[in-house]
């Protein structure tokens, strides 16, 4: 910890690292590496793509509720994400579509 007592944040690029990571390891079996939604079919229907615009244009709030709450063929990840890592998957997924 600094002298100052006070914990530094990590910065953009380690969080977005770190949901990298997250990423790799819970969501592109179904999303894809690439976030195209070219991964494993649940449930007969198509992974979203998370490149495209109907994605990205969500707000980070309606995004975060998805990851934790699920859709009818995505899981809930409410119990096996902490909130920090949805948002630093959140953080990575921003940067798909670039």
């Known amino acids: 910890m600094p002298a100052d007592g006070k914990a530094t944040s990590q910065s953009g690029s380690d969080r ?3 949901g990298k990571q997250v990423y790799v390891r819970h969501c592109a079996g179904c999303h894809g590496s690439e976030g195209t939604g070219d991964g494993y079919r649940i449930l007969g229907a198509d992974p979203a793509n998370l490149t495209s615009p109907a ?3 969500k707000s980070d709030a309606a995004l975060l509720s998805s ?3 699920g859709k009818a063929t995505m899981p809930s990840w409410n119990i096996r994400l902490s909130q920090q890592d949805a948002r630093d998957v959140l953080t990575y997924v921003r940067t798909l579509a670039k």
């Open 16 to 18: 977005m690292a770190k």
């Open 55 to 57: 994605i990205q244009n």
């Open 67 to 69: 990851i934790h709450q």
